[in-house]
């Protein structure tokens, strides 16, 4: 009779999964918990408390198969937990699907731009992309794109700033398949001197299997006006949020369940070990600790990804941004929130975005 046996990279990723679903989770504190109703997948969330406005935008996709394309911004009134669409135009007519991942904001000069990591497939098409918008009294007005077609960067964007005919200008930096500027991007950050700067989790757009085996694929983008384009050096096992401490880029791996920081934003240099963080996912500051959420049981993300009724655990992480110490802040066995993606502690509040179910989780200690 012949015996099958099991090749030894599956038996290894088999074993690990088991022993981290066996891991126990942190025990849960005392909370208060409340569900604010939004858009399905909202994954990420920032806080919008410029020129008086006092809310959160949440970034709202569908990830579930089958689910149809719901993607939207939506808000959240910081004053009263009401929720609302937020509109959005001027964006291009041909070759563009909206479907937000990662999402950053920032104000320059009375101006609120929005970033936007977006996943641009529809139909066979695709291209992954970053986008701009700005605050227009009570609308978000598109203003640019940046994103890889296959044989170039391109940068297409609104030129002047206003109503008008959108350009495309080709940027010469990047030309060939080895050096894409976005596979499959993830989550985007604005550094202090404006760089941005964005993870690619996988290699290509649809390589599973490098998620599964823990394949050191992915790795760190960054463009400067008008076309200053860079990638890390280094490769890492999924990697996902990012954020700047002081001088240094923090990145955290879901797959490879490492903190780690490149010293200066160098994308050049081998990156420093931080702290362990199972499934880590986005960053936000909070003081002088950065927080972070965490995946901690795999097989269970996988099972929530497609059934909302089998339940992921949820755990958020603050880290010391001097000693790299860190301290769980809350936790869920996956009943009051599942597969926990952002948060973002405001006041006494802390609020807890999610990759696939439809409401932001208000938590507040009893």
């Known amino acids: 009779m012949t015996k099958f046996k099991l090749p ?13 679903a066996c891991a126990p989770l942190p025990m849960k504190g005392n909370f208060n918990e409340k569900k604010i109703f939004v858009g399905p997948g909202p994954e990420d969330i920032v806080a919008d408390t410029f020129g008086g406005r006092n809310r959160l935008i949440v970034s709202c996709s569908e990830r579930r198969k089958g689910a149809g394309n719901l993607s939207d911004l939506w808000a959240i009134d910081l004053s009263n937990d009401s929720t609302y669409i937020l509109k959005r135009t001027g964006e291009p007519e041909d070759n563009f699907v909206f479907k937000p991942h990662g999402i950053e904001i920032l104000n320059v000069i009375n101006k609120t731009f929005l970033m936007v990591v977006n996943h641009n497939i529809k139909d066979g098409y695709e291209r992954q992309s970053l986008l701009v918008y700005q605050w227009n009294k009570d609308h978000f007005y598109w203003l640019q794109e940046l994103y890889y077609d296959g044989t170039g960067v391109y940068y ?21 398949g080895k050096d894409l500027a976005f596979t499959h991007a993830n989550d985007v950050h604005r550094g202090p001197d404006g760089r941005l700067w964005w993870t690619n989790d996988m290699s290509k757009s649809g390589k599973y299997i490098e998620n599964v085996f823990a394949m050191k694929s992915g790795w760190v983008g960054s463009f400067q006006y008008p076309r200053d384009i860079q990638k890390s050096k280094q490769k890492f096992a999924y990697p996902n949020g990012l954020i700047t401490v002081g001088n240094d880029l923090w990145i955290s ?58 339940k992921s655990p949820s755990v958020v992480y603050a ?42 989780l208000k938590v507040t200690k009893k």
């Open 8 to 20: 030894v990279g599956i038996i290894f990723l088999l074993t690990l999964a088991y022993l981290q």
């Open 253 to 310: 791996t879901a797959r490879e369940h490492k903190i780690y920081k490149l010293k200066n934003g160098d994308l050049n240099s081998k990156a420093e070990f931080i702290t362990k963080v199972p499934g880590g996912d986005n960053f936000t500051h909070f003081g002088d600790e950065v927080l972070v959420t965490s995946h901690p049981k795999p097989l269970k993300f996988l099972a929530h990804a497609k059934k909302a009724d089998k």
């Open 319 to 360: 880290i010391h941004k001097l000693s790299g110490e860190k301290r769980v802040v809350y936790s869920d066995d996956g009943k009051q929130i599942s597969a926990v993606s952002t948060a973002l502690q405001i006041g006494d509040n802390l609020y807890l975005a999610q990759v696939f179910d439809p409401y932001i």
């Open 156 to 176: 297409r964007y609104r030129y002047p700033i206003k109503e008008g005919a959108v350009h495309e200008i080709y940027l010469d930096t990047i030309q060939t």
